[in-house]
């Protein structure tokens, strides 16, 4: 299934996208896209409906982040090793983690504005994982039986803030806007094989990024496995889990975001984002 949120920004209702591409409407079976919802029994529940007898919801409708109520945003870093070569950084020996703001979750298009003080906006796609029940020291074996789905992401980092304003880089990658979700997640069994999936991204129509999940430094199972060692998964959370070459960082000299500049992005499988870049306010 693909299952998403529309309407205004604090106020979505779920839905699921029809076979012919109709979105229709799921608020009278559920109140949203999280918690109970994304467990295997609540996902059987919304397999069994027929989609046919749901009510259709404009196209003009606003998509929102196709997960509510997150709980946490776990990200994983330089999980690709020519993105680490293109920062400069070493091949990791362990994942690298790092937090998010869930107050960074936006819509798939919705803009994408540029902080007081940003010098050096960027761009990441990445493939969220969207768990979908409790994970606490799971085997890498049985990782995936905890994964609801996957989603679209674009991990949108101030690398000014990230890199030199001491600390974390929780910093340059937390305001808003800078975590566009979906267009919707995509339930595990609907995805042939993860660890295979091309993905790129463009700044006005120019290729910026090219890659593939096949050439991910920690694959997704362990990715799950080695969190839960350190942290206990709830349903909802969200896992971005790296990107490849072609940030703005890396480009020599680096081209990084400016106001009015459009970003598209897309993930075999897993849907399309478009992004404006607005300016400071």
């Not at 509510?68 to 070569?85: E, F, Q, T, W």
């Not at 768990?131 to 085997?139: E, F, S």
């Not at 790129?200 to 920690?218: C, K, P, S, W, Y």
């Not at 000299?253 to 075999?268: N, S, T, Y």
Request: charged share 20%; with cysteine; hydrophobic share 40%.
């Amino acid at each position: 299934m693909k299952l998403l949120r529309v309407g205004p920004k604090g106020s979505e209702k779920p839905a699921l996208l029809d076979p012919a591409g109709v979105i229709r409407d799921l608020s009278g079976h559920l109140d949203d896209i999280a918690g109970e919802a994304l467990s295997e029994a609540g996902l059987a529940r919304l397999r069994a409906l027929d989609p046919a007898t749901l009510p259709a919801v404009p196209a003009d409708t606003r998509i929102g982040p196709c997960v509510g109520r997150i709980g946490k945003i776990c990200c994983v870093g330089l999980n690709y090793s020519d993105h680490a070569a293109e920062t400069g950084a070493a091949v990791p020996g362990e994942p690298i983690l790092f937090g998010k703001a869930v107050t960074a979750i936006s819509g798939p298009n919705d803009a994408i504005e540029t902080p007081r003080g940003s010098d050096a906006l960027d761009y990441e796609i990445e493939i969220a994982i969207v768990i979908g029940k409790r994970a606490k020291n799971v085997a890498e074996a049985d990782a995936l039986a905890y994964v609801a789905g996957y989603a679209v992401f674009n991990d949108v980092s101030e690398r000014t803030f990230q890199a030199r304003r001491s600390g974390q880089w929780i910093k340059g990658k937390s305001h808003d806007s800078f975590g566009p979700l979906g267009p919707w997640l995509v339930t595990r069994d609907e995805v042939a094989d993860v660890g295979n999936l091309a993905m790129h991204l463009d700044v006005n129509g120019e290729r910026r990024q090219t890659g593939n999940t096949a050439t991910m430094i920690f694959p997704i199972p362990h990715i799950v496995a080695y969190i839960s060692q350190f942290m206990t998964l709830e349903p909802g959370d969200v896992i971005p889990t790296g990107t490849p070459p072609g940030v703005a960082l890396g480009m020599k000299p680096p081209r990084f975001l400016q106001p009015g500049d459009v970003i598209d992005l897309a993930i075999e499988g897993l849907g399309a984002q478009r992004q404006t870049v607005l300016p400071a306010s």
